[in-house]
Each structure stands twice: as C-alpha cells, then as structure tokens.
T-cell receptor, first 115, second 115 residues
Framework: AQSVTQLDSHVSVSEGTPVLLRCNYS??????LFWYVQHPNKGLQLLLK??????LVKGINGFEAEFKKSETSFHLTKPSAHMSDAAEYFC?????????????FGRGTQLTVWP | NAGVTQTPKFQVLKTGQSMTLQCAQD?????MSWYRQDPGMGLRLIHY???????DQGEVPNGYNVSRSTTEDFPLRLLSAAPSQTSVYFC??????????????FGDGTRLSIL
C-alpha cells in the first residue's frame, strides 16, 4: 500500500534561515516522489521530482530534496527562506510501475516565513 | 499558454441541485483527473481518465460522475449536491499513463459551497 506522511502540519521560520519540511512514504512499487507548492487561491505547482536518477534533487526557487530509501524519506530543504516561500507544501508519491499511475498526497505543511 | 482551465472559479449551490464543473487543457495530455481538497486532508482523487472514452473511479467517487468525450475536456458532474461536497476542486492533467513519473499540471481550482 502507498501512503505519505508529512510530519509537520505547520512550520514557521524567519526570513533568511533554513527550511526543512519532512516527508516519509511507504510504497509497494519503486516510487516516484514529488513536492508541490500551493500559494493561496492557486493550484499546485511542481517544485521538484525524484524518479530514480540522482538521490539529491534540485528544484525551482532554491529548493532541493534528498531521497533516502533506507529511511523512506524525501525531506524538502532550502538554505535561506524568503517571504515569497510562504505557502502550503505537499509531498506526493506515485505508483510508478503499476497500471494505475495514481498519486497519493500528504496532508500538507503550511510554511510561515517571518520577516 | 493556458494550461489547465477550470470554470467556474466560485459557485454556491443549494442542497439537491446539480451542476457541472468544467475542465479543459490545451497540452494534448492523455491523463486527466479530479481531486477535492479539504482542510488537513491533502488532495483526494475523485475520478480519473487515461484517455478519451476511458474513465475510472478514484478514492472518493460517490456523488460524482465524469465523462471524457475529447482529449481536451474532462467535466465533473455533481448529481445532487450535498453539504459534504463543499470543497475546493482541482483538475489536473499530465502526459503518460502507466509511466507515472510525469508531473501533474493543475488548474486554479473551483471553490464550491453547498448550502
């Protein structure tokens, strides 16, 4: 069975400090993993994806994530937060290799950035 | 470069009314899907389609119907609206079906309230 757990529903950081958003997953298949960002009243936008190439994945806006199979984790990081990073972030796993190709979403982490 | 377009953006219905949420994409994507987003729940899959004429149920299909007569359009129908269907609805599309490492492209959502 597939599932995604985002370990923090809310994260608050000061501008200029590092960001860490945590995600653990379980998957019966070789997973593809994604992070999406959602700004208020908008749809979800892809930040980055892991599909079995390099385990350290770089995305847009300075975000990156590291796939750790032994820990079944895919945490999202950014060295220095910006006010514009305030949004909700979703970790997503897909059933790569299955016939359905469905996505499973975490419940989201709301990131607040203080000036 | 429209991407995924959802209409309407906002809608208020009375219990028992029916309506159709429209979704159109101009990227020639085969895979389209509908999600609902509720606070603290992430996104849950309602229905999806892997191509024109082919649809299937997701994890929360009850009370909703879909059809896919063209590659571009994937409307979602509420048969008899209930307050439990108050939510934000997102349509998404992507290339590929079985090879599910492709990112999803999301519309901006339809905010639906059922009184």
């Amino acid at each position: 069975a597939q599932s995604v757990t985002q370990l923090d529903s809310h994260v608050s950081v000061s501008e200029g400090t590092p960001v860490l958003l945590r995600c653990n997953y379980s998957s019966s298949y070789s997973p593809s993993l994604f992070w999406y960002v959602q700004h208020p009243n908008k749809g979800l936008q892809l930040l980055l994806k892991y599909t079995s190439a390099a385990t350290l994945v770089k995305g847009i806006n300075g975000f990156e994530a590291e796939f750790k199979k032994s820990e079944t984790s895919f945490h999202l990081t950014k060295p220095s937060a910006h006010m514009s990073d305030a949004a909700e972030y979703f970790c997503v796993v897909s059933e790569r290799g299955s016939t359905l190709g469905r996505l499973y979403f975490g419940r989201g982490t709301q990131l607040t950035v203080w000036p | 470069n429209a991407g995924v377009t959802q209409t309407p953006k906002f809608q208020v219905l009375k219990t028992g009314q029916s309506m159709t949420l429209q979704c159109a994409q101009d990227m020639n994507h085969e895979y389209m899907s509908w999600y609902r987003q509720d606070p603290g729940m992430g996104l849950r899959l309602i229905h999806y389609s892997v191509g024109a004429g082919i649809t299937d149920q997701g994890e929360v299909p009850n009370g909703y119907n879909v059809s896919r007569s063209t590659t571009e359009d994937f409307p979602l129908r509420l048969l008899s609206a209930a307050p439990s269907q108050t939510s934000v609805y997102f349509c998404a599309s992507s290339t590929g079906t079985v090879n599910s490492n492709q990112p999803q492209h999301f519309g901006d959502g339809t905010r639906l309230s059922i009184l």
